[in-house]
């Protein structure tokens, strides 16, 4: 099974999305996007946790 995410899956206004084989690949893919634009999110553990809680098997 693959994995999927979407800013809006985590409640925000943007159009992003991705999906991958791994959750580890899919959170590599995430933390891109989250430095590059969403700058104001910190990526601490509990941010981490938060972001992963949404993730879907598909």
């Given at each position: 099974?693959t994995?999927?995410?979407?800013?809006?899956?985590?409640?925000?206004?943007?159009?992003?999305?991705?999906?991958?084989?791994t959750?580890?690949?899919l959170m590599?893919?995430v933390t891109e996007?989250?430095?590059?634009d969403?700058?104001?999110i910190?990526?601490?553990?509990?941010n981490?946790?938060?972001?992963?809680?949404?993730?879907k098997?598909?």
């Amino acid at each position: 099974m693959t994995k999927s995410i979407s800013c809006a899956d985590a409640g925000k206004d943007c159009g992003w999305s991705e999906t991958t084989q791994t959750e580890e690949q899919l959170m590599t893919k995430v933390t891109e996007h989250v430095k590059q634009d969403h700058k104001e999110i910190e990526l601490t553990p509990e941010n981490i946790a938060s972001i992963k809680s949404p993730i879907k098997e598909i």
